[in-house]
């Protein structure tokens, strides 16, 4: 029997595709279709490997190591407090 996430990742895949066909077909739209293409893909590979599990985004109070989030820094994007 398919899962849920075998179809979902499925349908990405299948996402994916159409947006490699899109920047084939289309020259000026070729690099972020294809970046969209490759976005899908690694959704795709995420959902097959963990259906349950999470990713942080930002703004998202738990950042720690073991929450999916990145951790917050001081970097150079990044005002200090």
């Known amino acids: 029997m398919t899962t849920h996430a075998q179809i979902a990742a ?3 895949r299948n996402a ?6 899109i ?17 899908y893909d690694a959704v795709a590979d995420l959902v097959e490997r963990d259906p ?3 990713m942080g985004t930002p703004g998202d109070s738990d950042t720690g190591p073991d929450s999916g989030a990145p951790e917050k820094t001081d970097g150079p994007d990044t005002p200090s407090a």
């Open 23 to 39: 920047g084939g077909q289309n020259p000026a739209l070729g690099e972020q279709m294809g970046m969209n293409a490759q976005t």
């Open 10 to 12: 499925n349908l990405l």
């Open 16 to 21: 994916a595709t159409f947006f490699r066909d």
């Open 52 to 54: 349950m599990g999470v």
